[in-house]
C-alpha cells in the first residue's frame, strides 16, 4: 500500500501527517514551536522549527511502515527567514505576527506607496510581510542582510536544510514583489520600497513548485516537494479550486480564501492574490490577523479552559446580552480585509451583570463577523467549506454558519498537509483521487433566525469598526 506524507511547518505546532492512497489520515504527529513575543515583535528560532520537521517526519515515516511515495511541504507564509548558502539561519526568523515595521507600514501608506504595490501586485502590505520587514532590516540591521544568501520563507529553509535545493513558489512569492500575471518578480515594486539593491536575496521562483529528494535517515532518498504556502495548500486540502468557491480557516489566522479567475486590483487596497500552480487561477485572499489567539487570550485572561466553550456558547443567547468585541487583538493590527496596524481590540456593553458566557460568545461573534467581512471583500459567490482549530468546536461552527447565512462544509483532519500532497502528487504525475481525498466530513446549515438576527448585528458591527478605525488613525 502507498503512503504519502504531508508537513506543515505552522506558527506554534509542526505536523506531519501520513495518508493512504485514498486520502485516509494513517498516522498525525506533532510538535510545538515557541514564539517569542515581545514589544510588538515575533521572532523564531529556525534550528527548533528545522528540528521540529525532522521529528514529526521520522516518527510518522518510522510509524507508518514500509515505503514511502511522496512527501509533500508546506508551512507558514510572510515573514523573512535570513539564511546563509546552506540554509542555515543568519538571525532569528522574523514572523509574520511581527510589528516592527508597523511605522514603515504607516508611512507608505500615506505616501500612496501601499496603494501603489497593490495596484500592481494585488498585494496589500502590512507590517509582517517581507517588504516592510526587509526594509525595517535595511535601516536598522543591514548586517544582517549583508550576511544573508537569501531572504526565504519557512517552509524554504525547511527545503533547502531538506534536500540541499533552494527555491521558493508562486505562492509565497506573491507577497509582495510577484507580477501576478508574469508570475516573476517586480522589480520596481523593489524600488519603490527602496529594496533594489537588495534583489539577489530573493529566492528563485521554481515554478511549478520545486522537487527533490530527503537527505536524511528519517526518509532518505524519498520524493519531495515544495509546495504552496499554508494558505493555497489548505484550499487544495479543501477542494477549493473552482472560481467563486471558498474557504474559511479558522486558526491562529482567519483567513479567508476565494478561487477566482481573473485579477481585480480596484477597491480599498487589502489582502492579496495568491498565484497558484495553474496560470490565470488565482486565490484571493483576505488573511486576517484576528483569529483564535484572540479566543485563546480571552480564555486565557479568565481562567476558561477550551473544553468549556461549547457549554458557554450554548449557555448565552446571540448578542450576548449586549456585550459586543471588536477582536484586533494583535499587536500589529490587522490587514485584511483593511490594513490598519494602529487599531486595537475594544470591549463594550460589559456590566456585572455580565457573564463568562456572554463574554466568550461575544469575542466568537467578533470573530465571525471579521469571517463575514473577510469574506465578502473577497468575493464569495460559491460554496464554502471550513477548516482549522477553531472548527473542531461544534458550537463555534454552528455560529459561523449563523453569522455567516450559508451552509458550511465542514473538512477535518490536517487539511494543510492533505493539500501539500496532492500539490506533490501533481507536480510527480502521480494519479490520486482529489475529490475523494477533499471530501467534506459533514454540512453545517445555518438557523433562518439567528442568520436574520446576526444580519443587522454584522451591520452594527461594521458601523462600530468604522469608528475605532478613525480612532486608530488619530493616534
Known sequence: MATYIGIDAGTSMVKAAAFDERG??????????????????????????????????????????????????????????LVDEEGLPVRAAI?????????????????????????????AMFPGCPGPVLAWLERHEPAALDAAAAAVYCKDM????????????????????????????????????????????????SDPIAVGKVRGAAADGVRIANGPYDLPACALGAGVTAPGDGLLIV??????LVAVDRLDLDGEPAGLHISTDRAGHWLRAMPAMVGTA????????????????????????PGAHGVRVLPYFAPSGERAPFVEPRLRAELTGVSLESTR???????????????????????LTGT????????????????????????????????????AVLAAAERYGVGLDAAGWTAPAAVVEPDPARAEFYAGAYADHLHRLASARARARAV
Open 384 to 419: 464554502l467549506a471550513i477548516c482549522g482549530g477553531g472548527s473542531r468546536s461544534p458550537a463555534w461552527t454552528r455560529l459561523f454558519a449563523d453569522v455567516l447565512g450559508r451552509p458550511l462544509r465542514i473538512v477535518e483532519g490536517e487539511v494543510g498537509a492533505r493539500g
Open 95 to 123: 514572523s509574520w505576527m511581527d510589528g516592527r515595521a508597523h511605522e514603515l507600514v504607516d508611512a507608505w501608506q500615506s505616501a500612496g506607496v501601499v496603494e501603489s504595490v497593490f495596484r500592481r501586485t494585488g498585494s
Open 24 to 81: 485516509r489520515t494513517l498516522r498525525v504527529e506533532s510538535r510545538p514551536v515557541s514564539l517569542a513575543l515581545h514589544g510588538g515583535r515575533a521572532e523564531q528560532d529556525m534550528d527548533e522549527v528545522f528540528g521540529a520537521v525532522s521529528e514529526v517526519l521520522a516518527a510518522v515515516a518510522g510509524a507508518v511502515g514500509g515505503p514511502v511515495e511522496l512527501i509533500g511541504l508546506t508551512g507558514q507564509g510572510d515573514g523573512v527567514w
Open 294 to 317: 484572540a479566543l485563546d487570550w480571552v480564555l486565557e485572561t479568565t481562567g476558561v479552559p477550551r473544553t468549556e466553550v461549547d457549554a458557554l456558547l450554548d449557555a448565552t443567547p
Open 158 to 205: 525547511v527545503f533547502q536544510r531538506l534536500t540541499g535545493v533552494r527555491a521558493t513558489d508562486v505562492s509565497d512569492a506573491s507577497m509582495p514583489f510577484l507580477d501576478p500575471r508574469e508570475r516573476g518578480y517586480a522589480d520596481e515594486v523593489l524600488d519603490s520600497l527602496g529594496l533594489g539593491a537588495r534583489r539577489g536575496l530573493l529566492p528563485e521562483i
Open 251 to 256: 486558526g491562529t489566522c482567519l483567513a479567508a
Open 357 to 379: 458566557a456572554d463574554l466568550i460568545r461575544a469575542v466568537c461573534e467578533g470573530i465571525g463577523f471579521a469571517a463575514r467581512h473577510c469574506l465578502e471583500a473577497a468575493g
